[in-house]
């Protein structure tokens, strides 16, 4: 059964940091793998996905990483700014196919952005 | 850009009760799901369907939780004997074919009391 751990449940830093969000997997036979934002109370906005044969994806001051082999994905945010702070979730989606396609997240990263 | 909308947003429900949640996903997509967020804890997935049917469900769904297509928008979850553990926070979800990525709605709240 696979199993998302995201490693710091919590993290608080100062305005203008760059910060590095961990994701792990532990079963590498994925289709891709996802990164969500969730605000409080609020639903998932995806930030980016990245597929099983990617190595990193990139959007804005947003970078996402994929070792597939070692089942870990990283979200590096640069330059943060306040309004990034909400719970950051990894996601993947299983490869096994035959229609279970069912994602399988992680309990998620709180940040906190200090002005 | 396209939404997932969910309603209602929040939803107070005596125990035993039924209740049907409501989604209208991107119009394009042809996969649907819902899953669930119990407060302080993980995103669960509840259901999958596509083609009209239930392409996979976890153990989570059993013979309380049924899904529907009744139109051609709208896509719906019921529960038909609500318990107090129902209580958490239902997203329904949908993409299109292929390799692309999930949308998900803001989500229903759901209470029972």
Redesign the interface.
């Known amino acids: 059964k696979q199993e998302v751990t995201q490693i710091p449940a919590a993290l608080s830093v100062p305005e203008g940091e760059n910060l590095v969000l961990n994701c792990s997997f532990t079963d590498s036979a994925i289709?891709?793998l996802?990164w969500?934002r969730q605000d409080p109370?609020?639903?998932?906005?995806?930030l980016l996905?990245i597929?099983s044969s990617q190595r990193e994806q990139t959007s804005g001051r947003l970078n996402a990483s994929l070792d597939k082999s070692s089942g870990r994905s990283t979200l590096y945010i640069a330059a943060s700014q306040p309004g990034d702070s909400a719970t950051y979730?990894c996601?993947v989606r299983p490869g096994t196919g035959g229609?279970?396609?069912?994602?399988?997240?992680?309990?998620?990263t709180h940040l906190i952005i200090q002005p | 850009e396209p939404e997932v909308t969910q309603t209602p947003s929040h939803q107070v429900t005596q125990m035993g009760q039924e209740v049907i949640l409501r989604c209208v996903p991107i119009s394009n997509h042809l996969y649907f799901y819902w899953y669930r967020q119990i407060l302080g804890q993980k995103v669960e997935f509840l259901v999958s369907f596509y083609n009209n049917e239930i392409s996979e469900k976890s153990e989570i769904f059993d013979d309380q939780f049924s899904v529907e297509r009744p139109d051609g928008s709208n896509f719906t979850l019921k529960i038909r004997s609500t318990k107090l553990e129902d209580s958490a926070m239902y997203f329904c979800a949908s993409r299109p074919f292929g390799t692309y990525g999930y949308t998900f709605g803001s989500g229903t709240r759901l209470t029972v009391v």
């Open positions: 289709y891709n996802q969500f109370g609020k639903g998932l906005t995806s996905l597929q979730l996601a229609g279970a396609d069912g994602l399988t997240f992680g309990k998620g």
